[in-house]
């Protein structure tokens, strides 16, 4: 497994995948920054010290950040067929379903990385502009939720990863129907009991965006496991038929 791991994170060095990630999640913190200078009863949005920790959370899972994920996980299922090198490993032979496992968990990996970056802008922004106003409290309980938000976003999208990856040119579908799924979450979570079920809206449940009862708490809990044990069906299935 660890030679697996280390051959797919060579092959994302030689990717522009990884770059469209790093680019897409600065994007939108820039994004949200300029949107935080709206000015609301006389101050902007940004003075208010924690606000852009706060908002950037929610607004870049809502927005875009989950389908880029989709994005570059479903690409590193699908380039051996893209490429045409799944016969040559077929031949060595390897392991297809240890191969996958190795891209799951190196699409995993990026996702909790990417919600780490998008932790550290917004930190760096909140440094900049008002670094006496921020308690080291305050400061960990955000790492907190990013990090959480990081593991249950790639439970979210897995089944999506898994599913578009049986189209050798899926992947771009699995932008799309990523990006349908996150956005859809901004009317699921309307409703506690919606909020709670829906996988992309659970996740704020978890990382503690949004209150949540210990009822609503498990059901989020159960909603992304299910998610997860999904994919692991899917792939499963995909790895069966290949073989046979």
């Not at 970056?117 to 409290?137: I, N, Q």
């Not at 400061?139 to 790639?154: C, M, N, Q, R, S």
């Not at 699995?174 to 409703?191: C, H, N």
């Not at 999904?230 to 038929?241: D, W």
Request: one cysteine or more; hydrophobic letters at 55%.
């Amino acid at each position: 497994m660890r030679t697996l791991l280390w051959a797919e994170r060579q092959k994302l060095r030689r990717s522009n995948m990884v770059w469209v990630a790093f680019f897409a999640t600065v994007l939108l913190a820039a994004i949200v920054l300029i949107g935080g200078q709206q000015v609301y009863e006389g101050a902007r949005y940004i003075d208010k010290p924690g606000w852009f920790l706060s908002v950037l959370q929610p607004w870049a899972t809502m927005l875009a950040l989950p389908a880029v994920i989709a994005l570059l996980g479903s690409y590193m299922i699908c380039r051996e067929q893209q490429d045409d090198t799944l016969k040559t490993l077929r031949l060595i032979p390897i392991n297809e379903a240890k191969l996958t496992v190795a891209k799951m968990i190196l699409a995993f990996v990026i996702c909790v990385l990417l919600y780490l970056l998008l932790f550290v802008l917004a930190f760096a922004a909140e440094a900049a502009l008002h670094a006496p106003a921020l308690p080291a409290g305050m400061v960990l309980g955000f790492l907190k939720a990013y990090l959480i938000d990081g593991v249950a976003v790639f439970f979210a999208i897995s089944p999506i990863i898994a599913l578009v990856s049986r189209n050798k040119n899926g992947y771009w579908l699995a932008l799309v129907f990523t990006e349908l799924y996150s956005f859809t979450g901004m009317f699921t979570s309307m409703s506690n009991t919606l909020r709670a079920i829906y996988p992309m809206t659970a996740v704020f449940g978890l990382s503690g965006y949004y209150g949540s009862t210990p009822g609503q708490f498990a059901l989020s809990c159960i909603s992304l496991l299910a998610c997860g044990m999904l994919a692991v069906i899917i792939l499963a299935g995909q790895s069966k038929a290949a073989a046979d």
